[in-house]
């Protein structure tokens, strides 16, 4: 016969761990902030708007887990590299890191500023490069990196190139950066959603003017963050160097 399984109570996912959340003031971020924290996991709210980055931790509070705020522009270096010292500071490590913070334009290139392609590019890509550069050799063995890509880095449309380019390059990233990472057993992923129930999505100038039409189902943050944790997650151990799509389906209709 077989044992009959354990009915004893199992330890959250992430009791212990700290976990690093870029753009956790909202959307996306916000919920997995409160998914991690819900877990076990002591969260860094890094976020450029400090009210919203502020609002998430209160949340977290109220709910009885353990959160700090983090002001960060994900463009700069110097915001980055105190973002991983505040988690170091606070609680002498970091296992979970999640680089959600984004920003996209709606202009077709020959009409783009060069400075805002740089941005885009700055908040969405070299944010990711500056926060597995400054906070994996910080990481113990076992610890993971979700990326949040897009849809859009497999299926986009006119006028928001720079940040499908971004996302493309995010998965580009993610697939060399996991192995660099096999040697230190740190785990590198992406997740990429479709439509979103964010603000994001809905102050999208395309989606008010009826120019990007939102077929099929729209998620909501915590659908993604669901996703996020698995994949940060020892459940996730064997998922490393791919993109996880949830959308949805959209992909299937577009």
Known sequence: MHPMPSTAATQPRFAGKVCIVTGGG?????????????????????????????ETVQLIAKEGGQAIFTRCDVSKSADVQAAVKAALDT????????????????TKIVDLDEQDWDRVL????????????????????????????????????????????????????????????????VRVNCVAPGAVDTPMLWNNPLVKSGQEKISGAVGQPEDIAAVIAFLASDEGRFVNG??????GARLDIL
């Open 26 to 54: 909202s959307g996306i971020g916000r919920a997995t902030c409160q998914r991690l924290a819900r877990e076990g996991g002591r969260v860094v709210v890094a976020d450029l708007n400090e009210d919203h980055g502020h």
């Open 91 to 106: 609680w002498g490590r970091v296992d979970v890191l999640v680089n959600d913070a984004a920003t996209m334009t709606f």
């Open 122 to 185: 700055a908040v969405n890509l070299k944010s990711v490069f500056l926060f597995c550069k400054y906070a994996v050799p910080h990481m113990p063995p076992g610890s993971a990196v979700v990326n949040v890509s897009s849809v859009h880095a497999h299926e986009t449309e006119a006028l928001v190139a720079p940040y499908a380019a971004s996302k493309g390059g995010m998965e580009a990233f993610t697939r060399a950066f996991a192995l660099e990472c096999e040697e230190v057993k």
């Open 242 to 247: 791919t993109s996880v799509v949830a959308d």
